[in-house]
């Protein structure tokens, strides 16, 4: 089984706790996961996440409905954590944050180690450019709601 690797880094300006708490929160990936792929949360909420949470959603992908579970497997707040699929699109998909305070905001890496059916040819003309555009997605997201001023609580 050929294993394929992708890569991101994004750094948002604000604190290492905030950034790992709306990571923490499952909900949050609906909001940054990019309409077309229908992904809804279908575990009852609230979720409470650490090492071994399973989490299932609902999505499609090129219009095909797809359910996917996945456990968590490191969480390690507020710097890790990792996710896998147990049931899914792919042969293996495993998911890793990372968080790492800098000056100025929180550095996020993901790295993601993942298998398809296929191989090289599906993955190179049809997974990895989704791959590619969900994570843009996601960065502009990110971008969007990080960048926005703190409020204070006297607003």
């Not at 294993?3 to 909001?31: G, K, W």
């Not at 996961?33 to 409470?48: A, E, N, R, Y």
């Not at 490191?74 to 998909?93: A, K, N, S």
């Amino acid at each position: 089984m050929k294993i394929f690797e992708f890569r991101a880094q994004q750094t948002l300006p604000r604190p290492l706790d905030e950034v790992f708490s709306f990571f923490a929160q499952a909900t949050n990936l609906e909001a940054i996961t990019p309409p077309f792929l229908g992904f809804q949360i279908v575990t009852p909420l609230p979720i409470k996440m650490e090492v071994g949470t399973l989490i299932d959603y609902r999505l499609k992908i090129h219009g095909i409905p797809i359910r996917w579970r996945t456990r968590i497997n490191v969480w390690q707040p507020p710097y890790r954590f990792e996710d896998e699929q147990l049931h899914g699109p792919y042969r293996q998909w495993i998911h890793e944050h990372t968080f790492e305070e800098i000056s100025g905001g929180t550095l996020c890496h993901d790295r993601v180690r993942y298998a398809v059916l296929g191989g090289n040819l599906i993955n190179r003309f049809f997974v990895r450019p989704d791959i590619e555009t969900i994570f843009n997605h996601r960065r502009r997201c990110l971008d969007d709601l990080f960048q926005r001023p703190v409020k204070s609580h006297e607003d």
